[in-house]
């Protein structure tokens, strides 16, 4: 099956400009996940959405950032306006769990989105 | 909420010799534990998982091992190979809430 599909792959812009990346998911998969990693860290959680409602948006800086899944399969992530310490790979990762499913269900990662932010 | 901790943030082998990371844990509702193998320019790709009924998982060369009551998990990679070289990262999964938190990863090293 095709793997979670992001564009654009990099993307350098000037602080205080807006960028936005987009995430197709995993056919099927209902949970889709937005991180954030910083270099030489681990992976954070922004946002998670099953199918298009918000699950959890408690790490998401709200006065900058912005996420969307229209119809419950690609999602948007928007970022206005940048700043420096935005920096970072965006990550989505999609998995198919439902409500109440299980905790060991799998997510499987996209290439992720690297921002630059100058 | 979950902190997981990873060691060591780097790690050089010489080809065919093991590697070892060690990770722990805070939440004791975490009940699954993926890890996770990171290409240069690329996302992570779950290599071998395990889940808190379990104490060891083997993987043909890899193998995961969980210790519940330190909450503490490692992964070991025998006759390392080059391919091998890459950033991996320990994941726990707490029952309670789902959520995936990352340790701060290990960079390999497999020395030709």
């Known amino acids: 099956e095709a793997g979670v599909a992001q564009s654009p792959r990099y993307k350098i812009i000037e602080k205080r400009q807006s960028v936005a990346f987009w995430c197709n998911p995993i056919?099927?998969?209902?949970?889709l996940y937005w991180y954030q990693q910083i270099l030489g860290q681990g992976p954070k959680l922004l946002i998670q959405?099953?199918?298009?409602?918000?699950?959890?948006d408690s790490q998401l800086p709200k006065d900058r950032f912005s996420a969307e899944r229209l119809k419950g399969v690609d999602s948007t992530l928007k970022i206005q306006p940048a700043k420096l310490e935005d920096s970072a790979v965006y990550l989505c990762?999609?998995?198919?769990?439902?409500?109440?499913?299980?905790?060991?269900?799998?997510?499987?990662f996209g290439p992720g989105t690297r921002l630059t932010v100058l | 909420g979950e902190n997981v901790e990873q060691h060591p943030s780097t790690l050089s082998v010489q080809e065919g010799d093991s590697a070892v990371i060690k990770c722990t844990y805070s939440?004791?509702?975490?009940?699954?534990f993926p890890w996770y193998k990171q290409e240069l320019g690329k996302g992570p790709q779950l290599i071998i998982d395990?889940?808190?009924?379990?104490g060891e998982k083997k993987d043909q060369r890899i193998a995961v091992t969980l210790n519940k009551t330190a909450k503490h998990f490692s992964l070991h990679i025998t006759e390392t190979q080059p391919e091998d070289s890459a950033v991996y990262f320990c994941?726990?999964?707490?029952?309670?809430?789902?959520?995936?938190?990352f340790g701060a990863g290990t960079t390999v090293t497999v020395r030709a």
């Open positions: 990762a999609s998995s198919r769990r439902l409500a109440g499913g299980d905790s060991t269900d799998t997510q499987y």
């Open positions: 056919s099927g998969h209902a949970t």
């Open positions: 959405f099953q199918n298009n409602g918000v699950v959890d």
């Open positions: 939440d004791s509702a975490s009940n699954y």
């Open positions: 395990i889940r808190s009924n379990v």
């Open positions: 994941a726990a999964v707490s029952g309670a809430d789902y959520k995936l938190s």
